[in-house]
């Protein structure tokens, strides 16, 4: 996407599910250098042939390049075959299991997702877990990236899978993160701070369960099915048994508090640390856990304390107005355990990145840096929204997100939740905007989101905003 026009706007990093974007078109000098690579790597393995060497493993290295310059030519039916003639080798020359494979069964899986084959690619991805839990000799790191790698695939397929299958994919992705978790607690020390990443990772995946539970439809209800076939180990002896959505949010709510104990304690060391900058950061992603459930005033009280554990660890005042000066959209993708690391990476985000959330469908936000934006005076032309080959403008909204005091007076018999939600939500007109979705129903899609409010001495801060909603530009 263009630069922006104007200075006052920020993007925020892309922080849910991450959606993938359609394939640009692929520039000829590309092209060509992938084709020279191509017709380089096969003149290799055409050598080896012509010396009689069909099966040994020198043929590996070869294939393994030629696939991958068959996969960014997208040309993924050779690309598969070819994996598939390098991992037989493997076999041949090892075994049938043997951890060696693993590589070019993620690759493939690979190829399958970007060829758009769910189908296979679901089946592969069991079997590679199934590999993991009953082949794997013993427990180790690469196990356990490996895991975690099926759980990101999973996660993709949420968004780009059918939707009779999001629902399998959130849980085999909860699954193997959690698997993923099993084999760093028995490879790394107890207070190993690792862990608190994978722990966060689990976290996430909750809340988007949580989130699903909440919107309803047949992938909630199949996220709230307890036996018979559900989650994921089938259980003849236990009847299949839908939970109430009410118990369901209460119990995946429950099982994030958790989480959160988990990363205090392993920050906590063993002398039981009462006060660092890691668990401020802690006591933080604990008020945005709060917020994300709806219990606010818990969430204020959080952020208040995280602001004054910060100050009071040393941070500077700067830093920490800093990282609170705008409001970020919830869940943060990574678990942060300095402010340092996290403005590094609020810096590092391209700033054409959009924030996917909602089955895939991405925005990108806006927030002013000084006074409230003049909503009249934005086009997407002018956000530099109209420039990217992959990303087309469905509709743009101004917002608001309130004050703290806004929310007490909003929380008497009403009941409205207000903390961290999109207020005041309109369309914005633009010349020559073509709208071709149901403005209602991207109002309710864009009040599922939710902020970790801008903050002043740790209390909530209003902010004005624009969210742009976007659509793939790919037909």
Not at 311 to 337: H, S
Request: with cysteine; net charge negative; charged share 25%.
């Amino acid at each position: 996407m263009g630069k922006l026009t104007r200075k006052l706007p920020i993007v925020l990093v892309p922080l849910m599910v991450c959606a993938w974007a359609p394939l640009a078109a692929q520039d000829d000098a590309v092209i060509e250098e992938a084709l020279r690579e191509l017709e380089l790597y096969e003149s290799d393995l055409f050598r080896l042939e012509a010396d009689g060497v069909y099966h040994a493993p020198q043929l590996v290295e070869p294939l393994s390049r030629i696939a991958d310059s068959y996969m960014e030519l997208n040309r993924f039916a050779e690309a598969h075959a070819t994996l598939d003639r390098a991992q037989q080798i493997v076999r041949i020359e090892e075994g049938l299991y043997t951890k060696s494979q693993l590589p070019f069964l993620h690759r493939k899986i690979e190829n399958l997702v970007n060829a758009g084959d769910w189908r296979e690619a679901r089946k592969l991805q069991d079997h590679t877990i199934w590999f993991y839990l009953n082949k794997y000799s013993w427990p180790d790191q690469d196990m356990m990236r490996g895991l975690m790698d099926l759980s990101y695939v999973h996660m993709q397929g949420i968004t780009e899978d059918l939707v009779e299958n999001q629902g399998y994919h959130y849980l085999r992705a909860a699954f193997s993160s959690r698997v993923a978790l099993v084999v760093a607690e028995r490879i790394w020390p107890q207070h190993e701070q690792r862990k608190a990443g994978l722990i966060y990772e689990q976290m996430r995946i909750t809340y988007l369960q949580a989130s699903a539970i909440n919107k309803g439809g047949t992938v909630g209800q199949s996220l709230r099915t307890t036996g018979g076939n559900y989650p994921i180990a089938p259980n003849a002896y236990a009847a299949e048994r839908i939970m109430s959505p009410e118990r369901a949010l209460n119990m995946h709510r429950s099982n994030g508090v958790n989480f959160l104990e988990r990363m205090r304690r392993i920050y906590a060391g063993e002398e039981e640390r009462e006060v660092s900058e890691a668990l401020a950061m802690v006591k933080l992603y604990q008020a945005d856990w709060y917020l994300l459930f709806d219990r606010r005033l818990r969430a204020l009280q959080d952020y208040r304390e995280a602001w004054d554990m910060l100050l009071q660890v040393g941070v500077p005042e700067d830093d920490v107005r800093r990282l609170f000066a705008k409001p970020v959209l919830l869940p943060e993708p990574t678990f942060y355990d300095s402010v340092e690391k996290a403005l590094a990476a609020r810096a590092r985000a391209p700033e054409d990145a959009p924030a996917a959330f909602e089955e895939g469908v991405p925005v990108k936000i806006f927030f002013d840096d000084e006074r409230p934006l003049a909503a009249e005076s934005f086009s997407a032309e002018k956000l530099g929204l109209m420039e990217s080959n992959d990303w087309q403008v469905v509709a743009l909204f101004s917002f608001d997100l309130p004050a703290a005091e806004d929310i007490e007076t909003r929380q008497g018999w009403r009941r409205q939740n207000a903390l961290g939600v999109a207020q005041n939500l309109q369309l914005l007109e633009l010349e020559d905007f073509p709208v071709n979705r149901d403005v209602e129903q991207l109002i309710q899609n864009l009040g599922r989101l939710r902020f970790r409010p801008a903050l002043n001495e740790g209390e909530a801060q209003a902010a004005d905003g624009v969210i742009s909603y976007l659509a793939s530009a790919d037909p």
